[in-house]
């Protein structure tokens, strides 16, 4: 088995590094999207030929097309067969996660254009070729979480904060949700476990006053309450939030939730100025057209996505091939992984509901 690693600016270019180097029948091992612009890293492997194996020149250009570095197929009738086979196989697993059909269908045809006949890779430069996925920003710039009750706005902020924490950041967190019995006291607890500065606001007017007395080389993390983005007077409440505090905002939503709605909901926290939304509850969502539409009905880029209660855990990184593993891979194996992790100790302490 030989294994390499390949860097570039976009995961297209990463995945034409990785056939041009070792070709067509390579796995992929790992993937990793860097954050800030940094670009992508991906491992693969493929099992190793004997060096006389293509040794002349002709060996070689049978082996790869001219030019391109792509695997020639001399046999057309199964290069068509291979390509039908991942229509199908992008398709069905989209169908299944409730992508609408029109969505579902430009997916595809995407995933064909790739022009390979590995189903993840396919359909992972599609999502490349189509979405955005910038994950979450790590500059001092204020985050305000904005998202229905519920969606888990809480344990976003602490994993957040956390994740500063982690980085040895300076991070303050401030919780705007007065509505909900408790909300301030469960974040203030974790707050106090991670030893990080917590305050709590009831308006807009106070929030104000709160990013205005923190320090500017402190990373501000804003937690806001469940709100009906439907609702034009709860969005105006919301709104005059985020203008107080001058954050960007970034929506939340749970996986497993309607497709249409969430997008529908993530056009409306595009309105509100959101650019890109956190996705939580992987851990327990078996379908995943939501995560879809948040980005294609609503316009919204993906950031990070949250996978357990565990704080401690943090978010995982939602890339492109990341994502095409969780579209295509049996449901039940991925609840099992989820089960493994879950097991293994972890401070009780750090544990809250999303």
């Known amino acids: 088995m030989r294994l390499k690693t390949f860097q570039a600016a976009t995961m297209t270019e990463a995945m034409d590094l990785v056939r041009r180097s070792l070709g067509e029948d390579a796995i992929i091992v790992s993937t990793y999207t860097h954050r800030n612009g940094g670009g992508v890293e991906?491992?693969?492997?493929?099992?190793?030929?004997n060096e006389d194996d293509?040794?002349?020149?002709?060996?070689?250009a049978l082996r790869y097309g001219q030019g391109n570095g792509r695997l020639f197929v001399p046999d057309e009738d199964f290069a068509g067969a291979a390509s039908e086979q991942v229509g199908e196989l992008v398709s069905g697993a989209l169908a299944w996660h409730g992508?609408?059909?029109?969505?579902?269908?430009?997916l595809t045809q995407a995933a064909l254009r790739v022009g390979i006949d590995d189903p993840l890779g396919a359909l992972a430069e599609a999502l490349d070729d189509?979405?955005?996925?910038?994950?979450?920003?790590?500059?001092?710039?204020?985050?305000i979480l904005i998202g229905p009750p519920g969606s888990g706005k809480t344990i976003a902020s602490a994993k957040i904060a956390a994740r500063c924490v982690m980085d040895r950041r300076a991070v303050h967190v401030i919780s705007c949700d007065v509505s909900r019995a408790a909300a301030g006291e469960q974040l203030a607890a974790l707050c106090r476990v991670m030893a990080t500065p917590?305050?709590?606001v009831a308006d807009a007017r106070e929030l104000g006053q709160a990013v205005d007395a923190a320090s500017a080389d402190t990373k501000l993390v804003i937690d806001t309450a469940g709100v009906n983005l439907f609702d034009a007077a709860e969005r105006k409440a919301i709104k005059a939030l985020i203008d107080a505090s001058g954050a960007e905002p970034?929506?939340?939503?749970?996986?497993?939730?309607?497709?249409?709605?969430?997008?529908?909901?993530?056009?409306?926290?595009?309105a509100l100025g959101a650019r890109?939304?956190?996705?939580?509850?992987?851990?327990?969502?078996r379908r995943l057209g939501a995560l879809i539409m948040a980005a294609d009905l609503g316009g919204?880029?993906?950031?990070d996505a949250g996978a357990s209660p565990f704080v401690g855990q943090g978010f995982l990184r939602l890339d492109p091939l990341g994502l095409a593993h969780r579209l295509l891979a049996d449901p039940d194996a991925l609840a099992a992984e989820a089960g493994a992790a879950a097991s293994a100790p972890k401070p009780a302490v750090f544990k809250a509901a999303e």
């Open 42 to 49: 991906i491992t693969a492997a493929v099992e190793q030929h």
């Open 54 to 60: 293509f040794a002349t020149p002709e060996a070689q």
């Open 99 to 106: 992508v609408p059909q029109r969505v579902a269908e430009r």
């Open 130 to 143: 189509v979405y955005r996925f910038p994950g979450l920003s790590s500059d001092n710039r204020p985050l």
């Open 198 to 200: 917590f305050s709590e």
């Open 250 to 270: 970034v929506a939340v939503f749970a996986a497993g939730t309607d497709a249409m709605e969430t997008g529908e909901l993530a056009g409306q926290a595009m």
């Open 276 to 285: 890109r939304y956190i996705a939580t509850r992987l851990d327990t969502a």
């Open 300 to 303: 919204l880029a993906f950031a």
